[in-house]
C-alpha cells in the first residue's frame, strides 16, 4: 500500500530528534495559549512566524500545526475548570463541562475532554493521509479558471459558514485582495500602491497585517473591557470515568469525530464551527437531552473530539489545494512562503518528506498532547493566575521583535502599529477580520489566475461558465450565497451567531 | 430616514471610501484588456465592486429591519498607549537600543491597565528583557541594535 510507506516515510521524517523537539515546543506552546484567555491561535502563530526563519521548514511547520490543534486541548481546560473558553472552539465545551466541574466532575470532564480529542485526532491524522494524494490528483487537473472559481468557493464558504453579516464579511475579503495586491505587479513589473516607499515595493508584510489586526487590536479591545470576570476556579477531582460514562461518551465521541472532520474540510470551516455543529446533534440525538446543560458527558466528548478533528483534516485544502480554509491556514500560507514552499498539490510530490512529515507530526502531537495535558493539568492550571497586565505587554514584546527581526527593519514595526489602529476600528463597526486575512494571502494568486484564465480564452469571460469544473464550483458558490440568503436558514444562522 | 444601524453606517463608508481610492489610483496604471490586462485592471474592478459593497451596507443601515446599533465609543487614552509604545519601540531600538526599547514598550504599555503598579511592571520587564534576550539574541542569533549608538564603539 502506497499510504503506508508514504506514512513510514512520514514517521522516519518526525521522528527526528529536532523535529520532535519542535513538535513539543508547539504542543506546549498550543496548550499554552489555549490556557491563557486572549491569547488565539492566530495571533500566536503570526506572533511566532518571523522566529522560523532560523529553522529548517519541516521542523517550523510541524511547531505552527502544533499550536494550532494543541490550542485545542488546552481551550478545553479552562472552559471545564473556570467556565472561561481560552478558544472560540471550546465555548460549547464550556456548557456542560463548567457544569460537570461544578457537580464535582471535574477530572472526568477533562478526562473525556483529552480522550475525545485524542481519538479525533488519531483518525483526522488518518482521514487527511488518506484524503491527500486523491484530492491532489484533482487538482493537477485545474486550470487557471477552475483555481480562480475554487478561490471565489473558498472565499465564500469561508465567510458564510464562519461570520456575522453576510455583505460586511464579503466586503473584508475584498480589501483582503485589494490590500494583497500592492506591491510590484509580477506581469508587467509596475508598482502599485506603494507610492515610491521603497519599503512597500515587496508588498505589506503579512506578518504585520496579522499582527496588527489580530493582536494589537485584540489588545486594545481587550483593555477596554470593564472587570474582569473572574470565574470561579472548580477544584480537580478523580480523572477516572465510570463504566456508564464511558458506555456514554464512546458513541458521542466518534459522532463528533465524523463531524469535526467533515466540517474541517469544507472552505470556512475549522475548529469553532465543528465544536458548534457537535453539539447541537449531541443535543438532538442524545437520549440524556435533559441533562444538556447540566453536565451531560455527551456535550464535552463531541464537541471536544470535533474541534480536534476538524483542526487538523482543515490542512487538507491547504496541503492538497493551496487554499487556506480558515485564517489559521492563511497564517500557514505565509509560514511555508517564507520558506519558499509554493502551498499546492505539487508539495506532495517535490517535497513529500515534509508533507508526509507534517501529517506523522500531527499524530505524535497528539499523544504529547495527551500526556502533557491529563498528567501534567496541575501546572496549566497555575498558569491561569498570570494576570493579563503582565501578560499583554508581553505579546507587545514579542510582536515588536518578530516583525522587526523579518526584514530588520523598523518600518514593519511602524506598519504593524497602523493596522492596530485599523483593527481596532474594524471592531468597533463590527468588521470580522478574518476574512480580510484569508483574502490578503489569496489576492495575488487569484488576480493571477484571472488573468491567465482570461488570457487563455482570448478575454472571453465565458471560459468560467463553460469550462464544467469550474461552472460546479461557481454554482457551488452561488448556492451558498443563495441558501444564507433564505428566510428561514437566515434567521437560525442569526441565532447561532447569537449564542457565539 | 435614520440611521438605524450606526456600526453599519461607518463600515459602508469605509469600503466605499478604500474601494474609491484603490479604484481611482488604479486609473493611474495600465488598464489593458481583459485578454491582455494590465496592472491596473484587476484591482480597478475590485475598487468598483467595494464601492458597491459599502453603498449596499450603507442603504441597509437606514432600513426599517436594520438591528439599532451605536458605534461603541473609542477609548483614546488606550489607543494612544498601545500604539504610542509600539511607535515608541520603533523609534528608540536603532537609536537607543534593544534593551532600552523593550523596557520602554513594556512600561508605557502597561500603564495603559487599570491595574497599572510601577513595582510590577518593573518585574515584568526585567523579566521579559532577559527572557527576549536570552531567546531571541542569544537563542536565535538574531541580530538587534543592543545598546545606544553612542555607547557603541
Keep these: 500500500m502506497e499510504l503506508f510507506s508514504n506514512l513510514a516515510l512520514g514517521f522516519d521524517t518526525a521522528f527526528t530528534l529536532q523535529n520532535l523537539l519542535y513538535c513539543l515546543i508547539g504542543c506546549v506552546l498550543g496548550t499554552l495559549i489555549g490556557v491563557l484567555p486572549g491569547l488565539g491561535p492566530i495571533a500566536t502563530i503570526a506572533m511566532l512566524l518571523p522566529a522560523t526563519y532560523a529553522l529548517p521548514p519541516i521542523a517550523a511547520l510541524i511547531m505552527l500545526a502544533g499550536i494550532y490543534y494543541g490550542s485545542q486541548y488546552g481551550g478545553s481546560t479552562t472552559a471545564i475548570l473556570l467556565n472561561i473558553p481560552g478558544e472560540t472552539s471550546s465555548v460549547v465545551t464550556a456548557i456542560d463541562g463548567y457544569q460537570m466541574a461544578r457537580n464535582g466532575r471535574a477530572g472526568v470532564a477533562l478526562f473525556t475532554a483529552g480522550m475525545g480529542s485524542f481519538f479525533a485526532g488519531c483518525v483526522a491524522t488518518l482521514v487527511l493521509a488518506a484524503f491527500a494524494a486523491p484530492l491532489s490528483q484533482l487538482a493537477f487537473k485545474f486550470g487557471p479558471a477552475e483555481y480562480f472559481s475554487l478561490m471565489v468557493l473558498g472565499l465564500i464558504g469561508a465567510v458564510v459558514l464562519a461570520s456575522g453579516s453576510l455583505i460586511k464579511a464579503i466586503g473584508m475579503i475584498i480589501l483582503g485582495l485589494l490590500m494583497g495586491i500592492i506591491g510590484t505587479d509580477v506581469n508587467s513589473g509596475v508598482s502599485r500602491y506603494a507610492f515610491d516607499i521603497p519599503e512597500l515595493s515587496d508588498g505589506i508584510g503579512f506578518v504585520a497585517v496579522a499582527m496588527g489586526v489580530f493582536g494589537f487590536a485584540e489588545i486594545m479591545g481587550n483593555l477596554e473591557k470593564t472587570g474582569d470576570d473572574e470565574g470561579f476556579l472548580n477544584k480537580l477531582t478523580t480523572m477516572i470515568p465510570t463504566k456508564t460514562d464511558i458506555k456514554r461518551m464512546i458513541p458521542s465521541i466518534l459522532r463528533g469525530t465524523t463531524i469535526g472532520s467533515i466540517l474541517g474540510i469544507l472552505p470556512g470551516g475549522g475548529a469553532a464551527l465543528a465544536a458548534f455543529g457537535a453539539y447541537s446533534v449531541e443535543k438532538k440525538s442524545s437520549k440524556y437531552s435533559h441533562e444538556f446543560g447540566k453536565g451531560a458527558i455527551e456535550g464535552v466528548a463531541g464537541p471536544e473530539a470535533a474541534n480536534n478533528a476538524a483542526a487538523q483534516t482543515s490542512f487538507i485544502p491547504l496541503l492538497t489545494l493551496g487554499i487556506p480554509p480558515n485564517a489559521v491556514m492563511a497564517l500557514m500560507v505565509g509560514a511555508m512562503t517564507i520558506h519558499n514552499i509554493q502551498p499546492g498539490p505539487q508539495v506532495m510530490t517535490s517535497n513529500p518528506a515534509l508533507f508526509w512529515g507534517l501529517i506523522a507530526s500531527m499524530w505524535i502531537g497528539n499523544v504529547m498532547l495527551i500526556l502533557l495535558n491529563l498528567p501534567l493539568i496541575g501546572i496549566w492550571v497555575k498558569l491561569l493566575k498570570i494576570p493579563y497586565r503582565f501578560l499583554y505587554p508581553a505579546i507587545l514584546v514579542f510582536c515588536c521583535i518578530g516583525v522587526y527581526t523579518v526584514n530588520n527593519t523598523v518600518f514593519d514595526v511602524y506598519v504593524t502599529a497602523g493596522f492596530g489602529l485599523i483593527g481596532y476600528l474594524f471592531f468597533k463597526l463590527g468588521c470580522e477580520p478574518p476574512p480580510l486575512l484569508l483574502g490578503f494571502v489569496l489576492g495575488p494568486m487569484m488576480e493571477e489566475n484571472f488573468r491567465r484564465a482570461l488570457l487563455l480564452s482570448r478575454g472571453d469571460f465565458t471560459t468560467f461558465l463553460t469550462r464544467p469544473l469550474s461552472l460546479g464550483l461557481l454554482i457551488a458558490a452561488a448556492l451558498l450565497v443563495v441558501i444564507v440568503a433564505l428566510p428561514a436558514v437566515k434567521k437560525t444562522r442569526e441565532e447561532a451567531f447569537v449564542e457565539e | ?153
Excluded: H
Excluded at chain 2, 32 to 45: R, S
Excluded at chain 2, 89 to 106: D, M, S
Design chain 2, 1 to 153: 430616514m435614520k440611521i438605524r444601524n450606526q456600526r453599519d453606517f461607518g463600515a459602508g463608508i469605509m469600503y466605499m471610501v478604500i474601494g474609491l481610492f484603490f479604484a481611482i489610483i488604479a486609473t493611474q496604471y495600465q488598464m489593458g484588456t481583459a485578454a491582455k490586462m494590465g496592472p491596473g485592471y484587476f484591482p480597478f474592478y475590485l475598487g468598483i465592486l467595494m464601492t458597491l459593497l459599502g453603498l449596499l451596507v450603507l442603504v441597509k443601515s437606514f432600513s426599517a429591519t436594520a438591528a439599532i446599533e451605536k458605534i461603541p465609543k473609542f477609548n483614546w487614552r488606550i489607543i494612544a498607549q498601545i500604539t504610542g509604545s509600539v511607535v515608541l519601540y520603533g523609534l528608540l531600538l536603532p537609536r537607543l537600543g534593544f534593551l532600552v526599547a523593550v523596557v520602554t514598550l513594556v512600561l508605557v504599555s502597561a500603564s495603559a491597565s487599570k491595574e497599572f503598579t510601577w513595582k510590577g511592571s518593573l518585574i515584568n520587564a526585567g523579566f521579559l528583557v532577559a527572557f527576549t534576550y536570552s531567546v531571541f539574541v542569544l537563542g536565535l542569533k538574531l541580530q538587534f541594535p543592543l545598546l545606544p549608538v553612542f555607547l557603541q564603539q
